[in-house]
């Protein structure tokens, strides 16, 4: 940590750009800021793909519960394939909550370290706050 005064009619901004340590941390904060709104934007993708799937899986389940009721013969082949396609949905449906937890636990992770970064970036905004009043 380089510690250093400020030059005559230099300004707060300017003498803590010049800072390397806060410099450091600014950058990786905006980078697990940048990763923590990626990921939101991955599970916000996640959650209209399931609402995609429950409405198909809710209108296939009417569909096959409609054709069970006429009981035709001829229809048999067609449940089949309605329930077949039932099951695909339902199965995907679970992959997708593996995958949008997986994405919110690692998205946690990010606010973790980004509010850990961001506490040091405060402590270390102060750090050079009192250097530079007490030049």
Sequence with gaps: MTETT???????????????????????????D???????????????????????????????IELEQREKDDESGRLERIQGVIDEISENRFDLYEEAGKAARHRLDMKIQYDRVNDQCGDRWKVVRQLFDGA
């Design 6 to 32: 400020p030059q005559g009619g230099e300004t707060f901004e300017e003498f803590l750009a010049e800072d390397v340590e806060y410099t450091k941390l600014n950058e990786q904060r905006s980078e697990l």
């Design 34 to 64: 940048g990763h923590i709104r990626k990921y939101e934007g991955l599970i916000n993708d996640i959650e209209w793909r399931l609402l995609g799937k429950l409405e198909t899986l809710q209108i296939m389940q009417t569909k096959l």
